[in-house]
């Protein structure tokens, strides 16, 4: 079942918290809002919820049902937050210490059995009792027990000369305004049924989920029908762009470039199909025109400048350079980097070793550098590329690395030189890999989702 945002306080909140596990909605605060608003109708849904077993859910949300009951505390969730502590006894989150400190005496009894029971390996939860903020004499006991009373002691005795103190929970500045579905995580069956959304979003999203790969022929179809015909602009765009993949296609190609060729299309929409024709660009001129014209509009420059490296013609360089400095538009910007690995543009390196000290766009410097720094293919010069890149960079931490092998497994394929030939059959082929999708790890190693971070 799909469940557009402005159904979401419509539909009762055990449906809305499913959706979440399974990745069919975007946990922001517009679903938070549906669900923390009226805890009259909605808690009883939550405290089911949350205290079903649900180690078979697609995603966790354990972390916001903690959330939810430090907002609104009450002791049928008891059970719930046992649970959570029993699934890692020495490693305790800060939500659930809160929600524990906002039931208060309820939640006594059941971590003093849980402690006895856990033996030695519940020695953490004499801290989850010592700041209860609760005064009690077995507590003290076992506090007094401990070889880590000294330090338990003094907590235990500010914490229960106020009882019952606590500040309003905030809980709103942890969640976007807006999110959508982590389509990454919902297999693809279910994702067709996204297509035909009435949200917008949930179509945009759910071609891009399908944007670098090459589709059966019933997606292709879809794509297609899509592309010609869906009434958002944005829709189309995205629909053109991912048939790239099935240019092979006569249907595809016809389409694609007659979209191109229209001169009374939107300009953005036409954009967006150069982009799909991008192995055409040598055979139809209209390509190269339409980047071109995209180019000049400073709304979709970006989108044209990624048409320019997508077709791997060099003589789209010359549009480079001026949208590699601090003035430019970030989304331009981060094009424009990796158009000059893209186009190997030697006398552009310098500026890219620059970048490399740019939180904002460190990542793409250093892949569009392995891409296109002078040097060699083979194995040998590939390390040696690698050790240049660590330098140029202060360091490498685990996403820059995953970035340079990224560039530097692209540099081979478009050398031809890739271990699996079948990636180095076309040119245009590898850049693939020249996007992360919306919903990935952020490849800068923030642990975010690209479209939350060096993405937004």
Known sequence: MIITPDQYKSVSAYDLLTAATDGRV????????????????????????????????????????????????????????????????????????EALVRLGPPVVEPLLELQKDLGKGGGDL???????????????????????????????AEHSERPGETEPYEIWARYPEEDEPDFNEIPAKERMEFLDSPYVPHRILAVDSWLHEEHAAGLRKKFLTMAKSDPELEVRSVA??????????????????????????????RVSAAIGASYLHYDVPAIRQALEAGYDDPDIRAKAIEGMWRTLDPEFGEFIPDNLDEDAEPQVRTQAIIAVGMFRMADQMPKLAELMDNLDFRSEAIYA????????????????????????AGGLSEGDEAMVDRGLELRAQL?????????AETAAEPAKTAKVGRNDPCPCGSGKKYKKCCGA
């Open 240 to 269: 053109w762009e991912a048939l790239r993949e099935d240019i092979g296609d006569d249907a595809v190609r016809e389409a694609v470039v007659k979209k191109v060729e229209d001169e009374s299309a939107d300009l953005d929409e």
């Open 415 to 423: 050398a031809g030189t890739a271990e699996e030939p079948e990636a």
């Open 369 to 392: 550098y392995a891409i296109g720094c002078p040097g060699d293919h083979n194995p040998a010069a590939l390390k040696k590329i690698k050790k240049e890149i660590e330098k140029l």
């Open 126 to 156: 004499l801290f989850e009792l010592a700041c209860l903020g609760v005064k009690d004499s077995r507590i003290e006991q076992r506090i007094d027990e401990s070889p880590e009373k000294d330090f338990l002691g003094p907590i235990y």
């Open 26 to 97: 975007g946990i922001d605060q517009r679903w938070l809002h549906a669900l923390v608003d009226e805890p009259e109708r909605t808690q009883p849904d939550i405290v089911r919820f949350a205290n079903e077993d649900r180690s078979n859910d697609r995603l966790s949300i354990g972390e916001d049902l903690l959330r939810i009951f430090c907002l609104h505390p009450t002791a049928e969730a008891i059970p719930f937050l046992l649970e959570e502590i029993k699934a890692d006894p020495a490693d305790i989150p800060e939500e659930l210490t």
